[in-house]
């Protein structure tokens, strides 16, 4: 598995489990390494499951017989005949479970031989199955890759969405709360003024003569 197009640098053991972001393309290549140049590679069968298991029976199947069974799966040129190379957009089934693993059945054929396998074309359409062939000295082997994950910054980012909406409200009432105390005690202060800068009343003295 790669992480681009250019095929240069692949995902190391180490770099397990690795974060995708759903519709992203992923980047994959399936290729023999041998001696020998007369021998060439196809991805038969590739699936995802949501465990190491390649039997489990829960499965995303994206290329079957040889030929693409998601319609985002698209062929890229290789290097060599001994390898292939593909993409395909990021799936939901990533997204439903917490991990996923990549799994590949691959054929091995003699490229010399234009009845093989690995000679067999997709129909036009590009989904479907290869044509049948009646060789059986091709030789089957089984790949698997991962796990897959959904990247972490997208759900960090619905989660800290859900808190802006629901830590909106106390901060609105405090900051309301804030503006009351400034207006009753700018009241209070114009009070106390209005009360200091009032002139003294007259008292009534009593009538009579003095003594």
């Known amino acids: 598995m790669f992480p681009d ?11 397990f489990p690795v974060a995708v972001v759903l519709r992203k393309l992923l980047f994959f290549e399936v290729s023999v390494t041998s ?6 590679i ?28 998601d319609e985002t799966v698209k062929y890229h040129s290789a290097p060599s005949i001994g390898a292939q190379r593909f ?6 089934f990533i997204a439903k479970h917490p991990f996923v693993f990549v799994h590949c059945h691959v054929i091995i054929c003699n490229a010399t031989d234009p009845g093989s396998k690995c000679a067999k074309k997709c129909p036009s359409s590009g989904r479907g199955r290869r044509e049948a062939s009646d060789h059986v000295t091709d030789d089957v082997y089984s790949l698997a890759q991962g796990p897959l994950l959904l990247a972490r910054e997208k759900r960090e980012e619905k989660r800290g969405n859900v808190l802006d909406k629901s ?16 207006c009753l005690a700018g009241t209070a202060l114009m009070i106390f ?10 008292a009534v003295l ?4 003095p003594k």
């Open 193 to 202: 003024k209005k009360s200091r800068d009032k002139p003294a009343g007259y």
């Open 167 to 182: 830590g909106s409200s106390p901060t609105l009432l405090m900051a309301l709360f804030v503006m009351c105390v400034a």
């Open 206 to 209: 009593a009538s009579g003569d």
């Open 87 to 92: 993409s395909l957009e990021a799936f939901k």
């Open 35 to 40: 001696g020998d140049k007369q021998l060439s």
């Open 42 to 69: 196809v991805a038969d069968r590739c699936y995802a499951t949501p465990t190491q298991d390649q039997k489990n029976s829960l499965k995303y199947e994206f290329i079957r017989k040889g030929c693409p069974n």
């Open 5 to 15: 197009k250019r095929f240069v640098s692949p995902y190391m053991k180490d770099d």
